[in-house]
């Protein structure tokens, strides 16, 4: 399985953005997906996930502003990044786990399972290579 991020790039503060996450290599149409960030000098945090059943989470920090969605064939999953801040300035990449990984354990299949309040970054098989987003005031 492959995940290619794109959508980053420069935007002034109070703006917004949408960031994609397209996977590839016959995923399994059940996963758990997240959205990461990591600025400079700092530790790698967790800023959304959707479960494939549609449950969603968000770390207080984006919550109100960002929204994460999956398409109709659950291939491709979305950051929509509305009234952005200079702190939101960051690589963002997004990670997932199928089934066929072996760190998906029966959890993952209920959706409630799939939050930030249960799972970090070791949490997740597979990562894309990151898109950049900065933001200026």
């Known amino acids: 399985v492959q995940l290619v991020e794109s959508g980053g790039g420069s935007v002034q503060s109070g703006g917004s953005l949408r960031l994609s996450c397209a996977a590839s290599?016959?995923?399994?149409?059940?996963?758990?997906m997240g959205w990461f960030r990591q600025a400079p000098g700092k530790e790698r945090e967790g800023v959304a996930t959707?479960?494939?059943?549609?449950?969603?989470s968000y770390a207080d920090s984006v919550k109100g502003r960002f929204t994460i969605s999956q398409d109709n064939a659950k291939t491709t999953q979305y950051l929509q990044m509305n009234s952005v801040k200079a702190e939101d300035t960051a690589m963002y990449y997004c990670?997932?786990?199928?089934?066929?990984?072996?760190?998906?354990?029966?959890?993952?299949?209920?959706?409630?399972?799939?939050?930030?309040?249960?799972?970090?970054?070791?949490?997740?098989?597979?990562w894309g290579q990151g898109t950049q987003v900065t933001v200026s005031s």
């Open positions: 290599g016959y995923p399994d149409s059940r996963y758990c």
């Open positions: 959707i479960h494939s059943d549609g449950s969603t």
């Open positions: 990670a997932a786990v199928y089934p066929a990984h072996i760190k998906w354990t029966r959890a993952y299949y209920d959706e409630n399972y799939c939050t930030l309040f249960r799972l970090g970054t070791t949490d997740f098989g597979y």
